[in-house]
């Protein structure tokens, strides 16, 4: 038998790490100036007055002898330099904007920004015949970075956390650095201690060794340092030595649910208002789908003409990416609740949840659909009204009968304590309560006519007493009683083996603002 061939195997080829480390000084500068042209010097403060300081400088004010740390009352100092307040929401658009723009050159990127600072590191392995050779690479993501108004350094190695180290090292005009793999340690050699993003106790205790350079700490024994500084002493020796392990950890992207429409007339027609929305709709179902979701909410922001703004919000009680449900939730909706003139532009902005499953039994009956439950639900509410349609609640309140309606939710399932269901008594509420006689005997009930019927109390529980809202015209006073009574008949004289009248168990309630008796349950 021949035996095979070592050429006929297949042959599984790995392509070596690469990574492009992305980074941005001054980033809270550069958010905000990049929509400012001009070359003053510019200071950004952050903080409440009059605590606020210096978080971020340019170059013009850095030469001025501006820094980070400084009080308002020193930058007014300064002549000529422009002072502006930080902006968390243009940092996390300008954040968000990189972010899309990264992903241009890999579907891969890990998120390792810091306050005051953007690092983005892209997994590049195997995009030579993309983009080119790793330099090309660099200089396509940094002019790419510059149409949006952002400055920073690239640097590419096959080593992460050398590659962030030498980014955050290297100077702004250096542009790109690519790092032959094995040489991240030589060219860590020369860099200050900052950049391993040393806490200050192990800053001090360099200092004092003499260590002022990354290469100066590279050549330490392993040993000896972790008998010093512990397993940290250990993970800084390999970070100086371009040796630290890493795993990559891609960030996922946020898209935001949201489709805008702008109309080129304007639109008073239900149907060609729900022609539109029908677009709409799909792509937002498309969207979710490709993420494994479903639609929750929808919310509508219809722009009328004057420059209203007409909002209405559907939140069917499970998710769901059945188009025709939603558009005909829009429609019950749009119908109870038209918008007051005619409509120019059109948003919808959906939150998503996750889809739901529903297992059916071979002998359990089937349910009515949820959907549909949905759809007749939005139908009695266009009816009858928002506030009548949903389920019950109790309110936090000793007042009988107090209850409001909430929306359908699904609840969460419950836990089972494991402890066996007694017998309890049945309590028959009356709606609306009887009006009765009740005879009384030292303030205490004796007897009552319920139902055109008289009955001899037995015992008498109470009296129980609640009253409230006194700071409401609609305010009550109440006195409960539970009472066994039995009933008053002619011929109980002459029944059979002396036997009595049936017992009558009931709930009675004193009204002391209107003074009167009324019947409001029965025991079984």
């Known amino acids: 038998m021949a035996k095979p061939d070592l050429m006929d195997r297949p042959v599984m080829s790995t392509v ?40 971020s400088v340019n170059d013009h004010a850095r030469t001025l002898g501006l820094q980070w740390g400084m009080t308002r009352v020193e930058v007014e100092t300064f002549p000529g330099v422009v002072a502006l307040s930080r902006s968390y929401a243009e940092e996390l658009e300008t954040k968000t904007e990189l972010l899309e723009c ?75 650095l690519v790092v032959p793999s094995g040489g991240e340690m030589s060219a860590l050699r020369p860099m200050p201690l900052a950049i391993l ?26 040993i000896e340092l972790i008998a010093r500084l512990g397993q940290e002493g250990r993970r800084l020796r390999q970070l100086a030595r371009g040796e630290s392990p890493h795993l990559f950890t891609p960030v996922e992207p946020v898209r935001p649910l949201e489709e805008n429409m702008e109309l080129d ?45 007409h909002t209405r919000a559907v939140r069917p009680a499970l998710p769901s990416n059945d188009r025709q449900l939603w558009l005909k939730l829009l429609d ?60 019950a609640v109790l309110k936090d309140t000793h007042r009988p009968d107090a209850f409001s309606m909430e929306p359908f939710v699904v609840p969460a399932a419950l836990e089972e304590d494991g402890r066996p269901i007694g017998l309890c008594t049945a309590l028959r509420q009356i709606r609306p309560p009887e009006k009765i006689t009740v005879g009384l005997r030292h ?4 007897t009552l006519v319920f139902r055109q019927k008289r009955y001899t109390v037995e015992r008498a529980y109470g009296p129980w007493f609640s009253a409230g809202d006194w700071w409401n015209a ?13 009933e008053q008949t002619a011929d109980e004289i002459s029944r059979p083996n002396g036997s009595k009248s049936p017992l009558l168990y009931c709930c009675l309630t004193h009204d002391l603002i209107r003074k009167c008796w009324q019947m409001t349950a029965l025991y079984d």
């Open 16 to 55: 070596p790490a690469l990574y492009a480390c992305f980074d941005v000084r001054e980033f809270p500068l550069q958010a905000l100036l990049r929509g400012r042209p001009g070359k003053r010097p510019v200071a950004v403060l952050e903080g409440k007055p009059p605590l606020e300081r210096v978080c």
């Open 102 to 176: 990264a992903g241009r050159f890999s579907p891969r990127i890990e998120d390792q920004s810091s306050d005051g600072r953007f690092t983005a590191v892209l997994d590049i392995a195997g995009t030579t015949r993309l983009f080119g050779e790793p330099q090309q690479l660099g200089k396509k993501l940094l002019q790419a970075a510059h149409a949006l108004g952002i400055h920073g350094v690239v640097v590419i190695g096959s080593n992460l956390p050398a590659t962030i180290c030498l980014a955050r090292g290297m100077e702004i005009s250096s542009g790109v």
């Open 197 to 222: 993003g040393l806490s200050a106790e192990h800053a001090r205790t360099f200092s004092s060794w003499g260590i002022t350079t990354v290469g100066e700490l590279a050549e330490l024994p392993e």
């Open 332 to 391: 019950l909706d749009l119908q109870a609740h038209p918008p007051e003139a005619a409509v120019v532009s059109l948003c919808l902005t959906a939150q998503c949840g996750s889809t739901s499953k529903m297992q059916l039994g071979l002998f359990c009956p089937q349910e009515p659909e949820p959907m549909r439950l949905e759809v007749t639900l939005a139908r009695i509410r266009s009816i009858v009204g928002e506030e009548r349609v949903g389920r």
């Open 474 to 486: 609609d305010l009550w006073s109440l006195e409960q009683w539970d009472l066994i009574a039995r």
């Open 265 to 309: 007339t304007p639109v008073e027609a239900f149907a060609s208002l729900l022609f539109i929305l029908a677009a709409m709709l799909d792509r937002l179902i498309a969207q979710a789908k490709s993420n494994l979701l479903a639609l929750a909410s929808i919310t509508l922001h219809a722009r009328l003409e004057g420059g209203a703004v």
């Open 443 to 446: 303030h205490c009930p004796n």
